[in-house]
């Protein structure tokens, strides 16, 4: 090392989706997750799967407790929510999926494996919503 700190990455918001295997709500949530951090908000918004957290993955943990989280539930349970708090984080939005379904019925997921195009419609208005909470949380605002 030539004794200079590295400049630190910039905080990005953290997305924690449902892992709900073998649920059409859960697979929308993770498409949803993906979406948003691999194509609407990469370079402002990273993800940090469930199980890691439920795992107690200091790496994972770390992120939640250093920068505000959304989470995406696929089911009234809301482990992802749960999880964040559990690991010391702080959940500036969270997303239901039946909620955002209600906005957009016209969007019926079906498919667990693969989405019916429905349903890769209803996790991109989903994530089209959620990226619209990191713009917010970027800029300095709190969404809630």
């Given at each position: 090392?030539?004794?200079k700190?590295?400049a630190?990455?910039?905080?990005?918001?953290?997305?924690?989706?449902?892992?709900?295997?073998?649920?059409?709500?859960?697979?929308?949530?993770?498409?949803?997750a993906?979406?948003?951090?691999?194509?609407l908000?990469?370079?402002a918004?990273?993800?940090?799967?469930?199980?890691?957290l439920?795992?107690?993955?200091?790496?994972?943990?770390?992120?939640v407790?250093?920068n505000?989280?959304?989470?995406?539930?696929?089911?009234?349970?809301?482990c992802?929510?749960?999880?964040?708090?559990e690991?010391g984080?702080?959940?500036?939005?969270?997303?239901?999926?039946l909620?955002?379904?209600?906005?957009?019925?016209?969007?019926?997921?079906?498919?667990?494996?693969?989405l019916?195009?429905?349903g890769?419609?209803?996790?991109?208005?989903?994530?089209d919503?959620?990226?619209q909470v990191?713009?917010?949380?970027?800029?300095?605002?709190?969404s809630?």
């Open positions: 090392m030539n004794g700190k590295a630190s990455p910039r905080a990005k918001v953290v997305i924690v989706p449902c892992s709900g295997i073998g649920k059409s709500y859960g697979t929308v949530s993770r498409e949803a993906y979406d948003l951090t691999e194509e908000r990469p370079d918004a990273q993800l940090v799967p469930l199980s890691l439920v795992l107690g993955d200091a790496e994972a943990r770390a992120a407790a250093a505000p989280a959304i989470s995406i539930d696929g089911c009234k349970l809301a992802a929510t749960k999880m964040v708090k690991s984080g702080t959940v500036a939005k969270d997303f239901a999926v909620d955002v379904y209600r906005r957009y019925r016209q969007f019926k997921p079906q498919g667990i494996a693969e019916n195009e429905q890769r419609q209803l996790a991109r208005a989903l994530a919503e959620a990226a990191v713009d917010d949380l970027n800029a300095g605002g709190k809630g």
